[in-house]
């Protein structure tokens, strides 16, 4: 199923096939601000297996898994920081990060990478924020990467035909090319800058 929603002024209405999908244990293709991604609910284990299977990583990877989330209090729920960090994030959101932080007692197993650490991301993307904010709930997300026999990372016509049997709903928001989020990782209460991506590096 393919659903056409405006990323920047989605309605509700338009998007509630997505989110019953979600509630179902159902993995979608949602747009982000930083392009295309595989979506699930945290609540969900056959979904988080799905988005893993779709990524190509095992519990064993380096690669944790990312979640979105709406509010700052979220990254204290889910996550185990320092103030200094928590100071950071709160100065950089919301935007285009990923911030990397060990994960809390509240995150499923799944969700984690091999040393425990999960991605935090609170987008300044409309459709995202609904999406959550419908769902109840964080929004587990695996952007695309190219590959071999992948169809182009922009156009939602090659996702629908590619992904038809894998995903169960493409939200198509129109093209939209790729542009990855700035990776921050946690350590030592500081963050540091792991991938330069479409956020400003904290602090430039």
Known sequence: MRIRIDPERP????????????????????PTDTGYAFACALSSRKGIGGVRGLK??????????????NALSDFGHYAIMGTSVFRTVR??????????LEASAEVPRDMRNRFGEIGLR????????MLVEELGEPVVVGSLTPGDDEPALEDPDEFERFYRDRVDIVVDGGHLWPEPSTILQAGDNELVVARVGKGPIPGD
């Open 11 to 30: 309605a509700p209405r338009k998007l509630a096939p997505a989110v019953d999908a979600l509630r179902r244990d159902k993995v979608i293709l949602i």
């Open 56 to 69: 190509g990583h095992d519990e064993r990877s380096k690669k944790p898994l990312s979640m979105l989330v």
């Open 91 to 100: 100065r950089i959101l919301p935007g285009a990060y990923t911030v990397i």
């Open 122 to 129: 609170m987008p300044d993307a409309p459709l995202c924020r």
